[in-house]
């Protein structure tokens, strides 16, 4: 059973930064790709920052040169390193780790972390 859980969200006044982690209980390496997503009150669930098997990496626009995700295979742990902090990244933040076997995809997602920046 593949189990992520996030942690790291908090409270940050605009213009400061936070460090999301998410820890899976299977290895990393395990997944295709990982991300994170967010979702503000009434809007949809939007892709932040994905970060394949090999490392490469893709970012929202919204959030390009400021935020940076990263991963360590030894812990099992993928980070989202988030800086100059607007009020319009307060949302529920995300993890998500894709495997995919053949043609059978399935996605796994973690419980979410809540982040609240303040102006």
């Known amino acids: 059973q593949v189990q992520l859980v996030e942690s790291g969200g908090g409270l940050v006044q605009a213009g400061g930064s936070l460090k999301l982690s998410c820890a899976a209980s299977?290895?990393?390496?395990?997944?295709?790709?990982m991300g994170w997503y967010r979702q503000a009150p009434g809007k949809q669930r939007e892709l932040v920052a994905t970060i394949t098997r090999g490392g490469s990496t893709t970012y929202a626009d919204s959030v390009k040169g400021r935020f940076s995700i990263s991963k360590d295979n030894a812990k099992n742990t993928v980070y989202l390193q988030m800086n100059s902090l607007k009020p319009e990244d307060t949302a529920v933040y995300y993890c998500n780790g894709v495997i995919r076997v053949l043609a059978t995809v399935r996605n796994y997602w973690g419980q979410g972390t809540q982040v609240t920046v303040s102006s």
């Open positions: 299977g290895r990393t390496g395990n997944f295709n790709d």
